[in-house]
């Protein structure tokens, strides 16, 4: 069966076979000339213990652009496998050969203006936004060690990238350094999940399963490859943005975990989802403040009206221009595609939802889907105005996220921890997955600390929109007291076999901005 989650959201030729010839290992015969399965073991997904996998991938829009400022400002709590160039739908390079391309319905299909075939699509000869990304973090990295432990070296992070499929729209006839790579870790022992991030295309991920395919299909390994590679890998994508899932990754792959994540609030669509007590988050005035004007990435975040393009003349990139109208810019030969904005003001982040539910901030949200967290979830959640929301299930975090993201920029100019704020400790006492009983009364203890001695708050609740469980049920909590805060509630007696309560801590520290961390308790019951 597939797993598809969404969140509301050249082919290789095979060796030569000698006949007869063969050699004996592990119990298996293996014919002399066919390559070697990797040992398979058992893959589950998981909280594991330690930082989770990831390869990303970003094709040369602004919102990837500004999407990997902050991954690299959480760099520190990922084990990044890989930083690879991609293509999409919108952006693609070419051979370099003068191949024309085209595929119809995109973008320069719909504009009427007879631009395409093509021999590329909005992307710069010798695009290097990544590593330019990378070389301001090597600024900003000698003061990001004194906030927080687990950076990696830019030397390190500079030599993880790499070209994927970025020749042609969705083409996945030939390998590329970034699919070598993903084949290579899809394949390798390491244990727990490999969290596949793109906020492009997925060719470059779906090239690599073809080739895996490809070498093993026609082998007695193949279904414990197969079995192994659709357990290892999650596919976390905003959309399917070259239709490679739907017209390769899903048919043949039907049982690897694709999570949907695309979401409103990180897009270019923000003002539109934004909760109105946030809307100042995307103003001119606090982006200014907060980040484009700070530190070595500061001035790297695209803004309304910053006089910049990531493709010169690229029609669709209208966003660095200030004082004038939509008119002018369409006598200009821009496509004015979304409203304009105050100069300085939030333009998009899109693809961060791609990777925000596996940040270690207590949620642990990247174990299901369907839990949710900063980057939304598999479902939707009831808003303020009690109506289900597919919006509200990212919205809902967008302050706290903001804050802390502001606190990380503010890490980068300074090596003195005194100086800035640093995020609670919030943790709860015992195992965080419990079997529980109906009826049953369960007590928990919380513990909720700040590095920085600032005072902090502590609240329970019950995030019913990620529950199984239908109902609510009555907390009684205790007040913070010394760092400690203890919960106590009675499992409802009609609690059915396999519904699950999700119980969360949530502390924040006291301050203009605050900054919020959780510990996420889930109940299973067992009748």
Same mark, same amino acid.
């Given at each position: 069966?597939?797993?598809?989650?969404?969140?509301?959201?050249?082919?290789?030729?095979?060796?030569?076979?000698?006949?007869?010839?063969?050699?004996?290992?592990?119990?298996?015969?293996?014919?002399?000339?066919?390559?070697?399965?990797?040992?398979?073991?058992?893959?589950?997904?998981?909280?594991?213990?330690?930082?989770?996998? @990831?390869?990303?991938?970003?094709?040369?829009?602004?919102?990837?652009?500004?999407?990997?400022?902050?991954?690299?400002?959480?760099?520190?709590?990922?084990?990044?496998?890989?930083?690879?160039?991609?293509?999409?739908?919108?952006?693609?390079?070419?051979?370099? #050969?003068?191949?024309?391309?085209?595929?119809?319905?995109?973008?320069?299909?719909?504009?009427?203006?007879?631009?395409?075939?093509?021999?590329?699509?909005?992307?710069?000869?010798?695009?290097?936004?990544?590593?330019?990304?990378?070389?301001?973090?090597?600024? !900003?990295?000698?003061?990001?060690?004194?906030?927080?432990?687990?950076?990696?070296?830019?030397?390190?992070?500079?030599? #993880?990238?790499?070209?994927?499929?970025?020749?042609?729209?969705?083409?996945?006839?030939?390998?590329?350094?970034?699919?070598?790579?993903?084949?290579?870790?899809?394949?390798?022992?390491?244990?727990?999940?490999?969290?596949?991030?793109?906020?492009?295309?997925?060719?470059?991920?779906?090239?690599?399963?073809?080739?895996? #395919?490809?070498?093993?299909?026609?082998?007695?390994?193949?279904?414990?490859?197969?079995?192994?590679?659709?357990?290892?890998?999650?596919?976390?994508?905003?959309?399917?943005?070259?239709?490679?899932?739907?017209?390769?990754?899903?048919?043949?792959?039907?049982?690897?975990?694709?999570?949907?994540? !695309?979401?409103?609030?990180?897009?270019?669509?923000?003002?539109?989802?934004?909760?109105?007590?946030?809307?100042?988050?995307?103003?001119?005035?606090?982006?200014?403040?907060?980040?484009?004007?700070?530190?070595?990435?500061?001035?790297?975040?695209?803004?309304?009206?910053?006089?910049?393009?990531?493709?010169?003349?690229?029609?669709?990139?209208?966003?660095?221009?200030?004082?004038?109208?939509?008119?002018?810019?369409?006598?200009?030969?821009?496509?004015?595609?979304?409203?304009?904005?105050?100069?300085?003001?939030?333009?998009?982040?899109?693809?961060?939802?791609?990777?925000?539910?596996?940040?270690?901030?207590?949620?642990?949200?990247?174990?299901?889907?369907?839990?949710?967290?900063?980057?939304?979830?598999?479902?939707?959640? @009831?808003?303020?105005?009690?109506?289900?929301?597919?919006?509200?299930?990212?919205?809902?975090?967008?302050?706290?996220?903001?804050?802390?993201?502001?606190?990380?920029?503010?890490?980068?100019?300074?090596?003195?921890?005194?100086?800035?704020?640093?995020?609670?400790?919030?943790?709860?006492?015992?195992?965080?997955?419990?079997? @529980?009983?109906?009826?049953?009364?369960?007590?928990?203890?919380?513990?909720?600390?700040?590095?920085?001695?600032?005072?902090?708050?502590?609240?329970?609740?019950?995030?019913?929109?990620?529950?199984?469980?239908?109902?609510?049920?009555?907390?009684?909590?205790?007040?913070?007291?010394?760092?400690?805060?203890?919960?106590?509630?009675?499992?409802?007696?009609?609690?059915?076999?396999?519904?699950?309560?999700?119980?969360?801590?949530?502390?924040?520290?006291?301050?203009?901005?605050?900054?919020?961390?959780?510990?996420?308790?889930?109940?299973?019951?067992?009748?």
């Amino acid at each position: 069966m597939r797993r598809t989650v969404a969140l509301v959201g050249r082919v290789l030729k095979r060796a030569a076979i000698p006949a007869l010839v063969v050699l004996v290992t592990c119990g298996t015969a293996l014919p002399v000339g066919a390559a070697a399965a990797p040992a398979v073991d058992d893959v589950r997904h998981g909280d594991g213990g330690g930082k989770p996998r @990831v390869i990303l991938m970003h094709d040369p829009e602004l919102d990837d652009q500004n999407t990997l400022i902050r991954y690299l400002l959480y760099s520190n709590e990922f084990d990044t496998e890989g930083l690879l160039y991609a293509s999409s739908g919108v952006h693609w390079a070419g051979d370099g #050969k003068g191949t024309k391309w085209f595929v119809p319905g995109r973008e320069y299909d719909r504009i009427g203006r007879d631009i395409c075939p093509c021999t590329s699509w909005r992307w710069k000869p010798g695009e290097r936004f990544i590593h330019e990304a990378v070389d301001l973090y090597a600024q !900003a990295y000698p003061n990001l060690r004194t906030h927080a432990k687990g950076y990696p070296s830019p030397r390190e992070l500079k030599s #993880k990238i790499l070209d994927g499929n970025i020749e042609f729209d969705g083409d996945i006839s030939k390998d590329s350094p970034g699919s070598d790579l993903i084949k290579r870790k899809l394949l390798d022992n390491e244990p727990g999940p490999l969290y596949l991030l793109t906020g492009a295309g997925q060719s470059t991920i779906a090239r690599a399963l073809k080739s895996i #395919k490809d070498q093993y299909e026609q082998t007695p390994y193949w279904p414990e490859i197969y079995r192994k590679v659709s357990q290892k890998a999650i596919i976390q994508s905003f959309g399917d943005q070259d239709d490679t899932y739907a017209k390769y990754i899903g048919p043949n792959w039907p049982d690897l975990e694709f999570r949907q994540m !695309a979401t409103t609030i990180w897009g270019y669509g923000a003002r539109r989802a934004v909760l109105p007590a946030d809307a100042e988050l995307l103003s001119a005035e606090w982006t200014s403040a907060n980040v484009s004007g700070v530190g070595p990435f500061g001035p790297f975040y695209r803004v309304w009206g910053d006089g910049k393009q990531m493709v010169p003349d690229d029609i669709f990139d209208f966003f660095g221009f200030s004082g004038v109208t939509a008119e002018q810019l369409r006598e200009k030969g821009y496509v004015v595609w979304t409203s304009l904005q105050e100069k300085g003001s939030w333009i998009s982040e899109g693809d961060t939802s791609i990777f925000m539910n596996l940040l270690d901030n207590g949620l642990r949200a990247g174990t299901d889907a369907s839990w949710g967290g900063w980057g939304g979830r598999a479902g939707t959640d @009831v808003a303020p105005d009690g109506t289900a929301s597919a919006n509200y299930a990212s919205t809902r975090w967008f302050r706290a996220a903001q804050h802390d993201f502001a606190a990380r920029l503010k890490w980068t100019t300074t090596r003195r921890y005194d100086e800035v704020n640093h995020e609670p400790d919030v943790s709860v006492s015992g195992p965080l997955d419990r079997d @529980v009983r109906p009826g049953q009364v369960v007590t928990l203890n919380g513990h909720v600390t700040d590095p920085d001695r600032n005072a902090v708050t502590a609240r329970w609740w019950q995030y019913t929109d990620a529950d199984t469980y239908p109902g609510t049920v009555e907390l009684a909590q205790s007040r913070l007291t010394r760092g400690l805060t203890q919960v106590r509630l009675q499992i409802p007696r009609d609690a059915a076999n396999g519904q699950t309560i999700h119980l969360i801590l949530q502390g924040a520290e006291d301050g203009t901005q605050p900054l919020t961390s959780y510990q996420r308790v889930v109940l299973t019951v067992r009748s």
